[in-house]
């Protein structure tokens, strides 16, 4: 933990930021597709729209891709431009980024540029403050926008932050303005007790398709699987958290996962779907099925976009358990890694997500999707172990050695590789966390 002070000095650099907004009448917002970045988006967007600001958002799935802006304009980067110095150097216009990845490099800005991130002030970008968070404190230097901290709350929770440092102000903001309500339990989604467990992913509890493990889990616990989870009383809850705690340490999954979401849950008052772990379930999966703008809208409080939305989560999260059962005998050991190389799969980073937290909570593990082309590489571990590996390094290392680009968090990063040379990057990654491990 760190002074306020820090803090003082993040509020200052975005500060900086919404002063340099004033110079504009339209800007040019750019984010990233995951929970983060869509939440980041839309507090951005939101306070935009109050301070009298045109502004066009676009969804990027990094800085890999390209964009395009007019030299006049003012770029806002959220959720990635840390990580890649080089491309934010070459922007020709003003630029603001909000991030909250390790920077990597220094950046030579070519014209006005502010770069508000948590390393920068000692916090902890990958615990302390996601670019929600970021754009969050920024929201309030460009005006009264506490409201938008039940939507920050959406990408702390979509990046598995902890409730620390600036995290907790943004909590603690949000409940005093009456937009976000703490209440105990367990953090699952709302629904049928049945459903909601058996088609469970964060947290992944293995009870999908498994009818009769399931039973008698809800029997040894004494809860009703047609009960509605909103509806159980403090004692059923209690008994539920202890059954899923207790099941979770069978599994072998990471005891951190255990106190993220044993103890309490949120209630995100001021949006249309106030689950808060569900909803952030939501627009992740929206991010990944490619309806961002479904995602988006929800955000922005419209009503009509749940349906839609809660389709698409079921539709996602139908094809990760299916896929999570099938290719859990695929994963293969490394000397200090485990890997697993798809092809054509929905998604890699969801995958390597749970196996890491949930069910080989050992050993770094990297999983990569051959789609199109491109190999995509997804890299995840425990905080713990992330206190020697540092998978962002180990990412840019390895693929920078194959012609290839990586980076992100110690423990989540990613890279982007040529498929013929996966055998030669995943040589180097293991290389890589055997010497950072010893
Ligand atoms: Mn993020």
Same mark, same amino acid.
């Given at each position: 933990?760190?002074?306020?002070?820090? =803090?003082?000095?993040?509020?200052?650099?975005?500060?900086?930021?919404?002063?340099?907004?004033?110079?504009?009448?339209?800007?040019?917002?750019?984010?990233?597709?995951?929970?983060?970045?869509?939440?980041?988006?839309?507090?951005?967007?939101?306070?935009?729209?109050?301070?009298?600001?045109?502004?066009?958002?676009?969804? =990027?799935?990094?800085?890999?891709?390209?964009?395009?802006?007019?030299?006049?304009?003012?770029?806002?980067?959220?959720?990635?431009?840390?990580?890649?110095?080089?491309?934010?150097?070459?922007?020709?216009?003003?630029?603001?980024?909000?991030?909250?990845?390790?920077?990597?490099?220094?950046?030579?800005?070519?014209?006005?540029?502010?770069?508000?991130?948590?390393?920068?002030?000692?916090?902890?970008?990958?615990?302390?403050?996601?670019?929600?968070?970021?754009?969050?404190?920024?929201?309030?230097?460009?005006?009264?926008?506490?409201?938008?901290?039940?939507?920050?709350?959406?990408?702390?929770?979509?990046?598995?932050?902890? =409730?620390?440092?600036?995290?907790?102000?943004?909590?603690?903001?949000?409940?005093?303005?009456?937009?976000?309500?703490?209440?105990?339990?367990?953090?699952?989604?709302?629904?049928?007790?049945?459903?909601?467990?058996?088609?469970?992913?964060?947290?992944?509890?293995?009870?999908?398709?498994?009818?009769?493990?399931?039973?008698?889990?809800?029997?040894?616990?004494?809860?009703?699987?047609?009960?509605?989870?909103?509806?159980?009383?403090?004692?059923?809850?209690?008994?539920?958290?202890?059954?899923?705690?207790?099941?979770?340490?069978?599994?072998?999954?990471?005891?951190?996962?255990?106190?993220?979401?044993?103890?309490?849950?949120?209630?995100?008052?001021?949006?249309?779907?106030?689950?808060?772990?569900?909803?952030?379930?939501?627009?992740?999966?929206?991010?990944?099925?490619?309806?961002?703008?479904?995602?988006?809208?929800?955000?922005?409080?419209?009503?009509?976009?749940?349906?839609?939305?809660?389709?698409?989560?079921?539709?996602?999260?139908?094809?990760?358990?299916?896929?999570?059962?099938?290719?859990?005998?695929?994963?293969?050991?490394?000397?200090?890694?485990?890997?697993?190389?798809?092809?054509?799969?929905?998604?890699?980073?969801?995958?390597?997500?749970?196996?890491?937290?949930?069910?080989?909570?050992?050993?770094?593990?990297?999983?990569?999707?051959?789609?199109?082309?491109?190999?995509?590489?997804?890299?995840?571990?425990?905080?713990?172990?992330?206190?020697?590996?540092?998978?962002?390094?180990?990412?840019?290392?390895?693929?920078?050695?194959?012609?290839?680009?990586?980076?992100?968090?110690?423990?989540?990063?990613?890279?982007?590789?040529?498929?013929?040379?996966?055998?030669?990057?995943?040589?180097?990654?293991?290389? =890589?966390?055997?010497?950072?491990?010893?």
């Amino acid at each position: 933990m760190n002074s306020d002070s820090d =803090l003082n000095l993040l509020k200052e650099s975005a500060r900086k930021a919404a002063s340099l907004v004033g110079r504009y009448d339209f800007v040019r917002v750019l984010t990233h597709y995951d929970a983060d970045g869509i939440s980041a988006g839309a507090i951005v967007a939101s306070a935009l729209l109050r301070a009298n600001k045109g502004f066009q958002l676009t969804f =990027l799935k990094g800085l890999n891709e390209s964009f395009e802006y007019e030299r006049d304009e003012l770029l806002i980067f959220l959720d990635m431009g840390s990580g890649y110095p080089d491309v934010i150097s070459s922007v020709e216009a003003d630029v603001i980024v909000l991030d909250h990845h390790l920077p990597t490099g220094k950046i030579n800005a070519k014209k006005e540029f502010v770069h508000v991130n948590p390393h920068l002030y000692g916090f902890d970008g990958t615990y302390e403050l996601s670019a929600s968070g970021v754009a969050y404190f920024f929201a309030n230097e460009l005006g009264n926008n506490r409201d938008l901290s039940s939507i920050a709350l959406v990408g702390i929770i979509g990046d598995k932050q902890k =409730l620390l440092g600036p995290n907790e102000e943004i909590l603690k903001s949000g409940i005093e303005w009456g937009v976000i309500e703490e209440k105990p339990g367990v953090c699952l989604h709302s629904g049928k007790l049945r459903d909601v467990l058996s088609r469970s992913i964060e947290p992944y509890l293995d009870l999908y398709k498994k009818d009769d493990e399931l039973e008698s889990f809800l029997k040894k616990a004494k809860l009703d699987g047609e009960k509605e989870f909103d509806d159980l009383s403090i004692d059923e809850m209690h008994r539920l958290a202890n059954a899923v705690t207790l099941r979770l340490l069978k599994m072998g999954a990471y005891e951190g996962v255990i106190e993220q979401i044993i103890g309490r849950r949120f209630i995100l008052k001021n949006l249309p779907i106030v689950n808060a772990h569900m909803l952030t379930d939501i627009v992740n999966s929206c991010g990944r099925a490619g309806a961002m703008g479904v995602a988006f809208g929800i955000l922005a409080g419209d009503k009509s976009f749940v349906e839609k939305a809660v389709r698409i989560n079921y539709e996602y999260t139908t094809e990760i358990l299916e896929e999570l059962a099938k290719r859990k005998r695929e994963v293969k050991e490394g000397f200090c890694i485990r890997y697993l190389v798809m092809n054509d799969a929905p998604s890699a980073s969801s995958m390597a997500t749970t196996f890491s937290r949930y069910l080989m909570s050992d050993k770094p593990i990297v999983v990569i999707n051959v789609k199109n082309g491109k190999a995509k590489v997804s890299a995840r571990t425990t905080e713990k172990l992330s206190r020697r590996v540092n998978l962002a390094e180990v990412m840019k290392i390895a693929a920078e050695k194959v012609g290839g680009r990586g980076g992100g968090h110690r423990v989540a990063a990613g890279a982007n590789i040529s498929p013929d040379k996966i055998d030669e990057f995943l040589k180097e990654v293991d290389r =890589l966390c055997c010497a950072m491990l010893a």
